[in-house]
């Protein structure tokens, strides 16, 4: 069955959410043992890095001039409208060293100012809109993070490998720091 987006909810920061009650326990969890210092995870010369015992390297990567043509929906539109500086997108594989295998896809947008970078990150926050398209997987990304810095907007998204469980709370910390990666 497709992933439809539409029909995941979000939370007020745009992060894929479970229903019910357990999910919002298992979400502050993942907050509290990300902590709130710092600028997130620190990834070494050749793309690994790690942050609250998840070890990640990066798998691909590739930079484009052109963001619509890496977008799709609402997304696509807004940045046909406002064309982006640069996009850098990139995909990275790793564990929590117990045997739970994820995927952390980043997608770094540069905007040439601060105010089409606020809309494009409200934009990428609400369900349903469209987003830039993740490199090299086609996996559904289960959780979802943003932020954005000056003219920069970077969204990380989180999804288990194939045939593998991962606790909501591992992968909300692994979108939680891919998403306060460095820009590349």
């Given amino acids: 069955m497709p992933f439809k987006e539409s029909e995941h909810p979000r939370d007020s920061r745009g992060r894929f959410v479970t229903k ?33 015992g998840l070890e990640f390297s990066r798998q691909d990567h590739q930079a484009a001039g052109d963001c619509a043509a890496h977008a799709h929906g609402k997304v696509e539109r807004y940045l046909r409208e406002h064309p982006c500086v640069r996009l850098y997108r990139a995909r990275f594989t790793g564990d929590d060293g117990h045997g739970h295998t994820m995927t952390v896809t980043t997608q770094v947008v540069t905007m040439p100012d601060t105010g089409q970078a606020a ?66």
């Fill in 20 to 52: 019910g009650g357990i999910g919002a326990l298992i979400l502050i969890a993942a907050l509290a043992a990300i902590g709130s210092g710092g600028s997130g995870a620190a990834m070494d010369e050749g793309g690994s890095w790690s942050r609250s």
């Fill in 119 to 184: 809309q494009l990150k409200r934009l990428v926050d609400r369900p349903g809109t469209g987003n830039i398209d993740k490199l090299g997987t086609d996996t559904a990304a289960t959780h979802f993070d943003s932020r954005r810095n000056s003219r920069t907007v970077v969204i990380a998204e989180a999804a288990p490998q194939i045939f593998d469980s991962v606790p909501a709370a591992l992968l909300d910390t692994a979108a939680t720091a891919g998403a306060r990666l460095p820009a590349e």
